[in-house]
């Protein structure tokens, strides 16, 4: 029996002839009604399951939810009215500011744009920012590609971005010995496509980790497993693309897109209609409303939640290097499993989970999530506890039915390029879709007219000075330039007053107290703001010239005070 | 660079450093105060409600006024105080000082000590730590964090307000939004009894009909950009929220007074020892830590209930720490049995006969009639009746040594226990 007719006998048991497909140049597309969310997407896994590599695209309707609709920007005005950018980049998340850069090594003008009123609001500053080695995926798989390419890009582009990178290696822990005996195996299927490993005894292990649970027996070690802080990427390639002439619009959301023979001819947004060139979809879990828009439609997303926990620096001595368990993976969800990562800042980040979810804009974390979570790795590093946690945060993967990213020209629309599907391991391959992404669209004005390389390109960054990680002479040098650089306003990151306002008036501002937070870190600590957040405020009020109610936390009305007291509220 | 020492260093400028500096100086030694904000005073600065100085000075002053009585006094010391400056590095010198470096307009500043007093004060449990889900809204925040928008910067930061935590800043809090035109919904505490003071529900709460919730706590927030409302549960007796008891409260302002953190970040640099009941350093009668040289007081030693007890412990701290000649004392361990949530010091020094002891307590539930009891050598020596206890009254109890003979073996034991009916 050939794969359809499987999966068209499957649906039918499972579903009593409420879905139904149709296969259409090259695409699955599933139809019908189901009572559950649960349901829609067990339907569209099922698809890509019996596929014979077609698209899918699940337009199943679901009684009780649906994609919630996307929450649009507040501003409506005529700023970006008629402007005809060579490419226009939708979502300002790593991807899409990685592609704006890489776009910034052409002759061509490029504008990227953000729905949120800054970059990175969405998955991009809500993961682990684990640069992965890439061994957990399948070959063939795009995002495996993308992976170990990615991997290797990233000491270069990381030192020319001015980001902190860190290759610390992972160990993955085995609680079961068996699995010993086919290591030489896969070991050597690693190496094959350039993932080096190191077996790691029991033993060794506990040397290496006192503090591990007793449950592992053996692990193994992979060295080009890194990390890295996914927003401050994401701002890196923002700033440098910006830096080298590419221009942001935030708070700017797509409502329509215009095309005609196979052809994008216009893009309609809150702020203005735009007569792009080439269109770039970066747009994360709205990828597939923009691909319908263009009437490019051939893949779809399912929303996928996680939520990760933080500790204070303290517990970072709980656990020394990044691990995670087999044990642990749920097999069922297509994550990881997660595990015990040690940012680049030396916090530790434990998570994530994973859970379907109509809600593309949701947040929010659960106390159950988090306790479940905190339970599951507490049994690799038993020491942890609750009184460890700092803060905790969730975030929405954009999950294809393929469990694979959508790196491609349009199939449909010629003048479109998707980067799309991009969950875990995005931040590892981000930079390697930016590059191939920028050549797609650059190859496709290059039908219209000579495209040539930019000269001026310069791909060097300059971040924020760290007063914290400076040596003493670089920075009292520093503060004899500028005395704020010695004035300390977040005591727990010891992050100074030059370093807050140097994050307000960079080429991709800060804007709101969060803003400031993920640039320079204050507010991270353990007293998560409460000392400095409205320091803060202040600091933002007076350098923008704006009373202290106006000053926001992080979206766009989120005010942090009401009114002056004694005032008219 | 010629490097200036110092006897005595004191890191933080509020009431126990204040205290510290001046009764340091009083004992002939030279001194240098650090304090990271902008003015001295620590967070009595924002504290403009009354109730400050009862002990000390016999009447009832602002915290700000009660402060600048130190201030002023300190003024007209040689003491060496200087603001805007950051402790980032302190080091043991191999004369048994210290080597300390912090960072101030200046630049990079470094001086030695003899020794070091902390008074680095306490911070706030944050919304995370008692587990509230949801969204990240605006909107909320520590009772501190807006007594500092009100009190400081002169903003109001919300208007219509749930008050999580029954400790004293979230019931001074309430009054303070309420006369500033503010409306407090209403004060939740998980605890089956208030966490602050009795006179502060009275004066806060009761005079202005803001009702008090006891064993409810708020779970969940709401609002995607300022907060929109919260959910608020009952709770077991394990604290853990009951799901079926849930309910909606609309408002924009969620303010937590929901517990205090002795700041200890310096002294576990320097490997002090800490209590982890008080989860301050544990210390003898002369406020030094385990570690040599190394004196606390303040909230971060234990937290406080007055600041007059923070002065006193600021006072011993500074007096110690001037005469501290490089060399650890001989001391007894303390014990402590029965109903105390803690007491402080954890350790006695042998050569106390010069001066009473002071003890602070508190005791880990609400009791009647209660035996406070001083065993030496398993032979009781001293008994207090206290007609009733509570756990966020502070008991101050100050025991003569002298009339004792005590020796390295000496067993010193405190136990606590209601007297039963």
């Known amino acids: ?569 | 660079m010629q490097i200036k020492n110092f006897d005595v260093l004191v890191i933080g400028g509020g009431p126990a450093g204040l205290a510290a500096a001046i009764s340091a100086e009083k004992n002939n030694a030279s001194v240098l105060l650090l304090e990271r904000e902008e003015r001295l005073g620590g967070i009595l600065k924002q504290c403009i409600h009354d109730g400050f100085g009862v002990v000390r000075f016999g009447k009832k002053m602002a915290g700000c006024e009660y402060a600048q009585v130190f201030i002023n006094e300190l003024r007209q010391t040689p003491v060496v105080a200087e603001v805007l400056s950051f402790v980032t590095k302190i080091e043991k010198t191999s004369e048994g000082g210290f080597y300390v470096t912090y960072s101030s307009k200046d630049g990079i500043q470094k001086v030695t000590a003899n020794a070091i007093v902390l008074s680095t004060g306490c911070r706030e449990r944050t919304a995370k730590q008692v587990q509230i889900h949801g969204t990240r809204p605006s909107g909320v925040l520590t009772a501190g964090a807006a007594q500092y928008y009100t009190n400081i910067l002169g903003y109001l930061p919300g208007k219509n307000c749930v008050i999580l935590g029954s400790g004293d800043i979230g019931l001074i809090m309430a009054r303070r939004l309420t006369l500033e035109g503010a409306t407090v919904l209403g004060v939740y505490e998980a605890k089956s009894t208030p966490s602050g003071l009795r006179r502060n529900i009275s004066q806060c709460l009761d005079d202005f009909d803001i009702p008090l919730y006891c064993s409810k706590t708020v779970t969940r927030a709401f609002g995607s950009s300022r907060l929109t409302g919260v959910e608020v549960c009952s709770v077991d007796e394990q604290m853990n929220p009951i799901e079926e008891t849930k309910e909606y409260i609309p408002c924009d302002t969620l303010i937590l007074s929901v517990g205090l953190i002795p700041e200890n970040e310096i002294a576990e640099g320097l490997g002090v020892e800490i209590d982890k009941r008080t989860k301050g350093p544990i210390t003898d009668n002369h406020q030094m830590t385990s570690v040599n040289g190394v004196f606390v007081c303040g909230n971060a030693w234990q937290v406080s209930d007055l600041a007059d007890y923070v002065s006193l412990s600021g006072e011993r701290a500074g007096k110690y720490a001037a005469f501290y000649g490089g060399k650890k004392e001989a001391t007894v361990c303390v014990d402590y049995e029965g109903s105390f949530l803690y007491m402080v010091p954890q350790k006695v020094t042998i050569d106390t006969v010069c001066e009473p002891t002071a003890f602070y307590f508190r005791s880990n539930k609400e009791m009647d009639k209660s035996k406070f009891t001083l065993k030496i050598d398993q032979k009781e020596v001293y008994t207090k009746i206290y007609s009733s206890l509570r756990p966020p009254e502070m008991q101050k109890i100050e025991i003569d040594f002298s009339k004792y003979s005590i020796t390295p073996s000496t067993k010193i034991a405190f136990t606590l226990s209601e007297v039963i009916k």
Request: charged letters at 25%; a positive charge; glycine letters at 8%.
């Open chain 1, 1 to 569: 029996m050939s794969g359809l007719s499987k999966l068209s006998r499957k649906l039918d048991e499972l579903y009593s002839g409420n879905v139904t497909f149709f296969v259409s140049e090259g695409i699955l597309t599933l139809s019908g009604q189901v009572e559950k969310w649960d349901d829609l997407v067990s339907a569209g896994l099922l698809a890509a399951k019996y596929n014979r590599g077609l698209c899918i695209v699940n337009n199943i309707a679901c009684k009780n939810a649906a994609l919630t609709a996307m929450k649009m920007p507040l501003i409506q005005d005529a700023l970006l009215e008629g402007e005809k950018p060579d490419v226009l980049v939708i979502g300002a998340g790593i991807v899409g500011c990685a592609v704006a850069r890489e776009l910034m090594r052409y002759d061509v003008s490029v504008l990227l744009i953000d729905k949120e009123n800054d970059v990175a609001m969405h998955a991009s500053s809500r993961n682990d920012g684990a640069v992965h080695p890439g061994i957990d995926l399948k070959k063939g798989q795009v995002k495996q590609t993308y992976n170990l390419r990615g991997n290797r890009m990233y000491d270069k582009v990381a030192r020319e971005l001015g980001v902190d990178f860190k290759r610390i290696g992972q160990y993955v822990c085995f609680n079961n010995s068996l699995l010993k005996t086919v290591y030489p195996i896969v070991k050597r299927k690693w190496e094959k496509v350039g993932v080096p490993s190191k077996f790691v005894s029991r033993s060794k292990m506990r040397e290496i980790e006192p503090t591990l649970g007793r449950n592992t027996k053996w692990a193994v070690f992979f060295p080009t497993a890194g990390i890295v802080c996914p927003y401050q990427m994401t701002i890196a390639y923002a700033e440098n693309a910006v830096d080298n002439g590419a221009k942001l619009s935030l708070e700017t959301a797509v409502v329509d897109i215009l095309h005609e023979n196979g052809k994008i001819k216009a893009v309609v947004t809150n702020r203005g209609t735009l007569y792009p060139k080439v269109v770039v979809n970066c747009a994360g879990v709205f990828c597939e409303d923009i691909a319908k828009m263009a009437g490019d439609h051939f893949y779809s997303i399912h929303p996928r939640r996680g939520t990760n926990i933080i500790t204070d620096k303290k517990a970072a001595r709980k656990s020394l290097v990044t691990i995670s368990s087999y044990g642990t993976v749920n097999k069922k969800v297509h994550s990881k499993g997660g595990g015990i990562m040690r940012t680049v800042d030396d916090n530790l980040l434990i998570g994530p989970d994973a859970f379907e979810t109509n809600e593309r804009e949701n947040f929010e974390t659960t106390r159950d999530s988090v306790s479940q979570t905190l339970l599951r790795q507490g049994e690799t590093v038993p020491s942890l506890s609750s009184s460890d946690v700092i803060t905790y945060f969730t975030g929405v993967r954009a999950a294809t039915y393929e469990e694979d990213f959508v790196i491609t020209n349009g199939k449909f629309i010629h003048n479109l390029v998707h980067a799309a599907g991009i969950q875990s391991p995005g931040v590892t391959a981000a930079p390697a879709i930016g590059e191939d992404v920028a050549k797609m669209a650059v190859n496709i004005i290059r039908n219209e007219r000579i495209v040539k390389e930019n000269e001026s390109f310069n791909p060097v960054r300059i971040p924020i000075p760290k007063t914290s990680e400076m040596s003493e002479e670089a920075l009292d040098g520093l503060i004899k330039e500028d005395p704020n650089y010695g004035v300390i306003i977040c005591r727990c990151e010891q992050v100074s007053k030059g370093e807050i306002l140097a994050a307000l008036s960079r080429s991709v501002p800060a804007n709101s107290v969060d803003g400031v937070k993920r640039r320079v870190r204050a507010g991270m600590g353990r007293c998560q703001g409460g000392f400095c957040g409205p320091q803060v405020g202040k600091i933002i009020a007076e350098n923008k010239h704006i009373p202290l109610n106006k000053v926001i936390k992080s979206t766009s009305e989120s005010y942090i005070t009401v009114s002056e007291t004694k005032g008219e509220g």
